[in-house]
Protein backbone atom coordinates (compact mmCIF):
# COMPACT_ATOMS: atom_id res chain seq x y z
CA UNK A 1 0.00 0.00 0.00
CA UNK A 2 1.33 3.32 -0.98
CA UNK A 3 1.12 5.92 1.60
CA UNK A 4 0.57 8.62 -1.49
CA UNK A 5 -3.10 6.62 -1.97
CA UNK A 6 -4.36 6.68 1.37
CA UNK A 7 -6.98 9.01 2.44
CA UNK A 8 -6.14 11.91 4.60
CA UNK A 9 -8.28 13.40 7.20
CA UNK A 10 -10.30 15.71 5.67
CA UNK A 11 -9.46 19.12 6.85
CA UNK A 12 -13.18 20.06 7.32
CA UNK A 13 -12.87 17.56 10.29
CA UNK A 14 -9.77 18.12 11.74
CA UNK A 15 -11.61 20.25 14.61
CA UNK A 16 -13.87 17.42 15.30
CA UNK A 17 -11.19 14.90 15.70
CA UNK A 18 -9.11 16.51 18.03
CA UNK A 19 -11.69 17.39 20.56
CA UNK A 20 -10.73 14.82 22.96
CA UNK A 21 -7.78 17.19 23.88
CA UNK A 22 -10.18 18.83 25.84
CA UNK A 23 -13.20 17.63 26.14
CA UNK A 24 -13.58 16.48 30.06
CA UNK A 25 -11.90 19.77 31.04
CA UNK A 26 -13.82 20.43 34.39
CA UNK A 27 -12.93 22.39 37.99
CA UNK A 28 -9.96 20.61 37.87
CA UNK A 29 -6.58 22.56 38.52
CA UNK A 30 -4.89 19.34 36.04
CA UNK A 31 -6.00 20.66 32.92
CA UNK A 32 -4.18 17.78 30.61
CA UNK A 33 -1.11 14.89 31.31
CA UNK A 34 1.23 14.32 28.27
CA UNK A 35 3.99 12.01 28.15
CA UNK A 36 5.94 12.32 25.15
CA UNK A 37 8.69 9.49 23.54
CA UNK A 38 11.28 10.55 20.68
CA UNK A 39 12.77 7.81 18.62
CA UNK A 40 14.89 7.93 15.34
CA UNK A 41 15.16 5.72 12.56
CA UNK A 42 18.65 3.67 12.21
CA UNK A 43 20.74 4.69 9.36
CA UNK A 44 19.36 7.89 8.50
CA UNK A 45 19.80 11.51 9.89
CA UNK A 46 18.08 13.33 12.22
CA UNK A 47 15.52 15.86 10.25
CA UNK A 48 17.61 18.65 10.25
CA UNK A 49 20.21 17.01 8.17
CA UNK A 50 17.56 15.37 6.07
CA UNK A 51 17.43 15.50 2.30
CA UNK A 52 13.79 15.70 1.17
CA UNK A 53 14.20 12.21 -0.18
CA UNK A 54 15.34 10.49 2.93
CA UNK A 55 12.74 12.64 4.72
CA UNK A 56 10.13 11.24 2.49
CA UNK A 57 11.32 7.85 2.52
CA UNK A 58 11.00 7.94 6.87
CA UNK A 59 7.68 9.26 6.51
CA UNK A 60 6.41 6.42 4.57
CA UNK A 61 8.27 3.93 6.21
CA UNK A 62 6.62 4.83 9.66
CA UNK A 63 3.60 5.60 8.48
CA UNK A 64 2.98 2.53 6.57
CA UNK A 65 3.71 0.90 10.39
CA UNK A 66 1.29 3.11 12.02
CA UNK A 67 -1.79 2.34 9.85
CA UNK A 68 -1.13 -1.46 10.77
CA UNK A 69 -1.41 -0.63 14.11
CA UNK A 70 -4.65 -2.88 14.86
CA UNK A 71 -6.86 0.28 15.48
CA UNK A 72 -10.51 1.52 14.12
CA UNK A 73 -9.96 4.91 13.70
CA UNK A 74 -5.98 6.01 12.81
CA UNK A 75 -6.26 9.52 11.21
CA UNK A 76 -3.07 11.21 8.83
CA UNK A 77 -2.30 15.06 8.41
CA UNK A 78 0.64 15.96 6.35
CA UNK A 79 1.54 19.80 7.14
CA UNK A 80 1.71 20.76 3.30
CA UNK A 81 -2.22 20.07 3.07
CA UNK A 82 -3.77 21.84 5.58
CA UNK A 83 -4.03 25.46 6.04
CA UNK A 84 -2.78 28.00 8.56
CA UNK A 85 -5.98 28.23 10.58
CA UNK A 86 -6.02 24.03 10.66
CA UNK A 87 -2.24 24.39 11.86
CA UNK A 88 -3.34 26.43 14.84
CA UNK A 89 -5.97 24.60 15.69
CA UNK A 90 -3.58 21.42 16.10
CA UNK A 91 -1.17 23.40 17.81
CA UNK A 92 -3.64 24.82 20.44
CA UNK A 93 -4.31 21.16 21.24
CA UNK A 94 -1.05 20.11 21.34
CA UNK A 95 -1.31 17.65 18.52
CA UNK A 96 1.87 18.91 16.58
CA UNK A 97 4.60 21.47 17.07
CA UNK A 98 5.44 24.63 15.73
CA UNK A 99 8.62 22.64 14.81
CA UNK A 100 7.03 20.24 13.07
CA UNK A 101 5.01 22.65 10.82
CA UNK A 102 8.12 25.06 10.00
CA UNK A 103 10.29 22.12 9.25
CA UNK A 104 11.45 22.13 5.68
CA UNK A 105 11.18 18.03 4.46
CA UNK A 106 8.19 16.44 4.72
CA UNK A 107 6.75 16.02 7.92
CA UNK A 108 3.29 14.91 8.59
CA UNK A 109 0.83 13.72 11.88
CA UNK A 110 -1.13 10.43 12.95
CA UNK A 111 -3.80 10.93 15.24
CA UNK A 112 -5.61 8.30 16.91
CA UNK A 113 -8.57 9.71 19.05
CA UNK A 114 -9.84 6.70 20.91
CA UNK A 115 -6.57 5.48 22.42
CA UNK A 116 -5.69 9.72 22.89
CA UNK A 117 -2.36 9.67 21.22
CA UNK A 118 -0.78 11.54 18.14
CA UNK A 119 2.39 10.87 16.42
CA UNK A 120 4.79 13.50 14.77
CA UNK A 121 6.49 12.27 11.92
CA UNK A 122 9.99 14.29 11.34
CA UNK A 123 9.64 16.44 13.87
CA UNK A 124 12.70 17.19 15.90
CA UNK A 125 13.30 13.84 15.33
CA UNK A 126 11.84 11.35 13.20
CA UNK A 127 9.10 10.09 15.80
CA UNK A 128 7.86 12.22 18.50
CA UNK A 129 4.62 9.72 20.01
CA UNK A 130 2.81 11.76 22.89
CA UNK A 131 -0.30 10.81 24.54
CA UNK A 132 -2.70 13.54 26.28
CA UNK A 133 -4.66 12.49 28.79
CA UNK A 134 -7.09 14.56 30.99
CA UNK A 135 -6.11 15.65 34.57
CA UNK A 136 -3.35 14.12 36.38
CA UNK A 137 -3.64 11.21 34.59
CA UNK A 138 0.33 10.34 33.48
CA UNK A 139 0.70 6.81 33.94
CA UNK A 140 -2.00 6.07 31.64
CA UNK A 141 -0.31 8.18 29.13
CA UNK A 142 2.98 6.25 29.36
CA UNK A 143 0.89 3.38 29.42
CA UNK A 144 -0.25 4.52 25.86
CA UNK A 145 2.88 6.24 24.41
CA UNK A 146 4.75 2.62 25.26
CA UNK A 147 2.00 0.19 23.74
CA UNK A 148 3.01 2.40 20.38
CA UNK A 149 6.22 2.02 20.65
CA UNK A 150 6.63 -1.38 21.24
CA UNK A 151 4.36 -2.42 18.27
CA UNK A 152 6.25 0.27 16.43
CA UNK A 153 9.79 -1.29 17.08
CA UNK A 154 8.11 -5.12 16.01
CA UNK A 155 9.43 -3.88 12.56
CA UNK A 156 10.74 -0.72 12.43
CA UNK A 157 14.80 -0.69 13.69
CA UNK A 158 15.32 2.41 16.63
CA UNK A 159 18.79 4.76 16.49
CA UNK A 160 20.06 3.41 20.13
CA UNK A 161 23.30 2.80 21.85
CA UNK A 162 23.91 0.16 24.55
CA UNK A 163 25.40 2.51 26.49
CA UNK A 164 23.75 5.73 26.48
CA UNK A 165 20.32 4.45 25.51
CA UNK A 166 18.20 6.03 22.67
CA UNK A 167 19.66 8.56 20.70
CA UNK A 168 18.16 12.09 19.20
CA UNK A 169 18.57 15.05 17.63
CA UNK A 170 18.78 16.44 20.92
CA UNK A 171 21.20 15.27 23.74
CA UNK A 172 18.66 16.55 26.56
CA UNK A 173 16.73 13.55 24.89
CA UNK A 174 18.60 10.58 25.05
CA UNK A 175 18.34 7.96 27.15
CA UNK A 176 14.67 6.85 27.47
CA UNK A 177 13.64 9.89 25.15
CA UNK A 178 10.67 10.34 27.62
CA UNK A 179 9.11 13.37 29.24
CA UNK A 180 5.93 14.13 31.25
CA UNK A 181 4.19 17.63 31.53
CA UNK A 182 0.97 18.66 32.80
CA UNK A 183 -1.06 22.13 31.99
CA UNK A 184 -1.86 22.86 35.48
CA UNK A 185 -4.14 26.11 36.56
CA UNK A 186 -3.15 28.10 39.54
CA UNK A 187 -5.00 30.91 40.05
CA UNK A 188 -4.94 31.04 43.78
CA UNK A 189 -0.95 30.74 43.66
CA UNK A 190 -1.03 33.54 41.43
CA UNK A 191 -2.95 36.20 43.17
CA UNK A 192 -1.00 35.62 45.96
CA UNK A 193 2.14 36.06 43.87
CA UNK A 194 4.53 32.59 45.60
CA UNK A 195 3.99 30.93 41.98
CA UNK A 196 8.27 31.99 41.71
CA UNK A 197 9.46 30.87 45.28
CA UNK A 198 7.43 27.43 44.34
CA UNK A 199 8.83 27.14 40.95
CA UNK A 200 12.31 27.99 42.05
CA UNK A 201 12.12 25.50 44.25
CA UNK A 202 11.08 23.15 41.51
CA UNK A 203 13.74 24.02 39.29
CA UNK A 204 16.44 23.13 41.38
CA UNK A 205 15.41 19.43 41.38
CA UNK A 206 15.30 19.03 37.47
CA UNK A 207 11.54 19.70 36.90
CA UNK A 208 10.98 23.04 34.77
CA UNK A 209 8.33 25.57 34.11
CA UNK A 210 7.12 26.64 30.99
CA UNK A 211 4.57 28.71 29.62
CA UNK A 212 0.78 27.83 28.17
CA UNK A 213 2.33 26.38 24.54
CA UNK A 214 5.47 24.83 26.18
CA UNK A 215 9.25 26.04 25.66
CA UNK A 216 9.36 29.56 24.71
CA UNK A 217 6.12 30.63 25.65
CA UNK A 218 4.28 32.82 28.51
CA UNK A 219 2.17 31.72 30.95
CA UNK A 220 -1.67 32.17 29.89
CA UNK A 221 -4.77 32.66 32.06
CA UNK A 222 -2.14 31.56 35.23
CA UNK A 223 -1.64 28.26 33.26
CA UNK A 224 1.29 26.95 33.53
CA UNK A 225 3.60 23.35 31.73
CA UNK A 226 5.00 21.79 34.21
CA UNK A 227 7.36 19.08 32.60
CA UNK A 228 10.52 17.14 33.36
CA UNK A 229 13.89 17.54 32.27
CA UNK A 230 15.97 14.32 32.55
CA UNK A 231 15.34 11.50 29.98
CA UNK A 232 18.46 9.36 30.85
CA UNK A 233 19.98 7.88 33.85
CA UNK A 234 16.08 6.62 34.95
CA UNK A 235 13.36 4.62 33.73
CA UNK A 236 10.15 6.20 31.86
CA UNK A 237 7.97 4.95 34.95
CA UNK A 238 10.57 6.70 37.88
CA UNK A 239 10.52 9.82 35.64
CA UNK A 240 6.75 9.79 35.58
CA UNK A 241 6.35 8.89 39.02
CA UNK A 242 8.24 11.44 40.85
CA UNK A 243 6.57 14.15 38.57
CA UNK A 244 3.21 13.28 39.82
CA UNK A 245 4.91 13.35 43.26
CA UNK A 246 5.81 16.97 42.23
CA UNK A 247 2.46 17.96 40.79
CA UNK A 248 0.85 16.69 44.02
CA UNK A 249 2.84 19.08 45.79
CA UNK A 250 2.09 21.91 43.91
CA UNK A 251 -1.37 20.87 43.71
CA UNK A 252 -0.94 20.86 48.13
CA UNK A 253 0.19 23.97 48.06
CA UNK A 254 -2.98 25.63 45.68
CA UNK A 255 -5.22 24.13 48.19
CA UNK A 256 -3.74 25.89 50.89
CA UNK A 257 -3.86 29.08 48.59
CA UNK A 258 -7.11 28.65 48.19
CA UNK A 259 -8.13 28.69 52.24
CA UNK A 260 -6.08 31.40 52.81
CA UNK A 261 -8.36 33.75 50.14
CA UNK A 262 -11.24 32.64 51.81
CA UNK A 263 -10.29 34.49 54.77
CA UNK A 264 -9.35 37.05 53.16
CA UNK A 265 -12.10 40.21 53.37
CA UNK A 266 -13.88 41.73 50.07
CA UNK A 267 -12.62 38.90 47.96
CA UNK A 268 -16.19 38.50 46.35
CA UNK A 269 -16.08 42.04 45.49
CA UNK A 270 -12.48 41.99 43.93
CA UNK A 271 -13.32 38.75 41.79
CA UNK A 272 -16.95 40.60 40.96
CA UNK A 273 -15.39 43.15 39.75
CA UNK A 274 -12.68 41.87 37.68
CA UNK A 275 -15.29 39.71 35.93
CA UNK A 276 -17.97 42.35 34.92
CA UNK A 277 -14.70 44.30 33.78
CA UNK A 278 -15.75 42.42 30.40
CA UNK A 279 -18.35 44.43 29.73
CA UNK A 280 -16.43 47.12 29.01
CA UNK A 281 -14.45 45.48 26.40
CA UNK A 282 -16.00 46.00 22.56
CA UNK A 283 -12.94 43.25 21.87
CA UNK A 284 -10.52 41.20 23.91
CA UNK A 285 -7.25 39.66 23.04
CA UNK A 286 -7.09 35.55 24.25
CA UNK A 287 -4.83 36.71 26.99
CA UNK A 288 -7.46 38.82 28.44
CA UNK A 289 -9.93 36.48 27.88
CA UNK A 290 -8.07 33.57 29.47
CA UNK A 291 -7.60 36.37 32.49
CA UNK A 292 -11.20 36.27 33.23
CA UNK A 293 -11.51 32.55 33.13
CA UNK A 294 -8.80 32.13 35.63
CA UNK A 295 -11.10 34.35 38.06
CA UNK A 296 -13.97 32.16 37.19
CA UNK A 297 -12.54 29.11 37.80
CA UNK A 298 -11.19 30.51 41.69
CA UNK A 299 -14.75 32.24 42.45
CA UNK A 300 -16.20 28.59 41.73
CA UNK A 301 -13.28 27.17 43.89
CA UNK A 302 -14.40 30.03 46.89
CA UNK A 303 -17.91 29.24 46.20
CA UNK A 304 -18.17 32.97 45.25
CA UNK A 305 -19.78 31.94 41.77
CA UNK A 306 -21.95 28.79 40.77
CA UNK A 307 -20.82 28.37 37.19
CA UNK A 308 -22.69 25.32 35.38
CA UNK A 309 -19.82 22.41 34.93
CA UNK A 310 -21.14 22.64 30.96
CA UNK A 311 -21.13 26.57 30.67
CA UNK A 312 -17.72 26.51 32.02
CA UNK A 313 -16.52 24.14 29.80
CA UNK A 314 -17.79 25.62 26.58
CA UNK A 315 -15.94 29.04 27.25
CA UNK A 316 -12.69 27.42 27.52
CA UNK A 317 -12.92 25.48 24.25
CA UNK A 318 -14.21 28.86 22.72
CA UNK A 319 -11.17 30.54 24.43
CA UNK A 320 -8.80 28.27 22.65
CA UNK A 321 -10.61 27.94 19.70
CA UNK A 322 -8.24 29.31 17.05
CA UNK A 323 -11.45 30.23 14.61
CA UNK A 324 -11.92 32.59 17.61
CA UNK A 325 -12.20 36.51 16.59
CA UNK A 326 -12.72 38.60 19.71
CA UNK A 327 -14.96 40.62 17.80
CA UNK A 328 -17.96 42.62 20.02
CA UNK A 329 -20.51 39.40 18.19
CA UNK A 330 -18.26 36.83 20.48
CA UNK A 331 -17.70 39.27 23.29
CA UNK A 332 -21.82 39.78 23.17
CA UNK A 333 -22.00 35.47 23.52
CA UNK A 334 -19.59 35.87 26.53
CA UNK A 335 -21.71 38.33 28.00
CA UNK A 336 -24.33 36.14 27.76
CA UNK A 337 -22.70 33.07 28.98
CA UNK A 338 -22.10 35.74 32.10
CA UNK A 339 -25.30 36.25 32.91
CA UNK A 340 -26.36 32.73 33.39
CA UNK A 341 -23.33 32.55 36.48
CA UNK A 342 -24.42 33.50 39.36
CA UNK A 343 -22.68 36.18 41.80
Known amino acids: MKIENVNLLSSNIIEEKTRWVFEKISFNNVITSRVRMARNLNNYPFPHNMTFSEAKEVENVVLKKILSYPYDEIFLIRTDQIDKK ?28 NERVSIMVNEEDHLRIQSIQPGLNLKEGLKKVNKIDNFLQQEIEYAF ?9 CPTNIGTGIRGSVLIHLPALSILKITSEIFSAIENIGIMVRGFYGEGSK ?9 TKETSGKRGKQIIEELEVIVNIILQ ?18 INKKIREIDKYK ?7 LYFFSLMYLGKKLDILNIDDEIF ?3 FIWILNSSLKFTEKKISISKNVLKEVKL
Not at 86 to 113: G, T, Y
Not at 161 to 169: D, F, H
Not at 219 to 227: R, S, V
Open 253 to 270: EEEKAVERLRKMKRIREK
Open 161 to 169: SQKIGYLTA
Open 86 to 113: EKQILIERRIISNDLIENSVPSSVAILP
Open 313 to 315: HNL
Open 283 to 289: SINKEKF
Open 219 to 227: PLGNIFQIT
